[in-house]
């Protein structure tokens, strides 16, 4: 079974433009989440998406945002991108259909640079 | 979600075997331990989850005394492609819960 894929792996902005980040989950699992990792502070959790609504937001400005398609494919954009929003970006999925399912499986990431 | 404390990092040689172990003191009944590796620029790998007692895959070996207050992780006859930061989260395995990533620990391997 494929695992998480994200696309594009790298990508380069400047400042003030916006960004859209592509997530495919594992084949049947239903709920997709996105985090932030820098090296200042760790792994962050961004939103997580769950049969196309967004369930679960973590402490991010409205400049990110995401959405779900009924696919379970996952989309994350951020606009008017900031120096600090460079980062590595990591999409998980997970089957979440009951007790002992909602074991996460990540992404490869998308390494996000803005100059 | 259960906070988790683990040493920031290990050093260990080629070929032995590598413990670290996570102390979650306010576990809660319903939480499941899971453990993930990650590499520099790489998403986290899940490697083990457990719950009590012990699990061991392909891969690692996941012991849990009865109080659950801690775990820890084992590796088995550990190679430089090990080196690598080890994550130990706690919380409920349905539902919506958010992973909480701590600093993890940064194991090196050494020739």
């Known amino acids: 079974k494929a695992g998480v894929t994200q696309t594009p792996r790298y990508l380069i902005k400047t400042r003030g433009q916006q960004v859209t980040l592509s997530c495919s989950p594992i084949s049947g699992h239903r709920s997709v989440s996105w985090y932030q990792q820098t090296p200042g502070q760790g792994l962050q959790f961004l939103f997580e998406y769950f049969s196309e609504t967004q369930r679960n937001k973590g402490n991010f400005p409205g400049r990110f945002s995401g959405r779900q398609f009924s696919n379970s494919r996952s989309e994350m954009n951020v606009s008017t991108l900031e120096l600090g929003d460079s980062a590595l970006y990591l999409c998980?999925?997970?089957?979440?259909?009951?007790?002992?399912?909602?074991?996460?499986?990540f992404g490869p990431g998308t390494r996000l640079t803005v100059l | 979600l259960a906070k988790t404390t683990q040493p920031i990092s290990m050093d260990s040689y080629e070929g032995q075997e590598v413990n670290i172990t996570c102390s979650h003191n306010n576990i809660a009944t319903n939480d499941y331990i899971t453990w993930y590796q990650q590499f520099p620029s790489q998403g986290p790998r899940f490697i083990i989850q457990g719950y009590k007692t012990k699990v061991t895959n392909e891969v690692a070996s996941l012991f849990i005394p009865a109080d659950r207050k801690s775990s820890t992780l084992s590796l088995p006859r550990v190679s430089l492609s090990d080196t690598a930061v080890y994550y130990c989260l706690v919380g409920p395995n349905f539902g919506n819960e958010k992973l909480t990533f701590g600093t993890g620990t940064r194991l090196t391997i050494i020739p």
């Open positions: 998980a999925s997970s089957l979440d259909v009951g007790v002992g399912t909602d074991t996460q499986y």
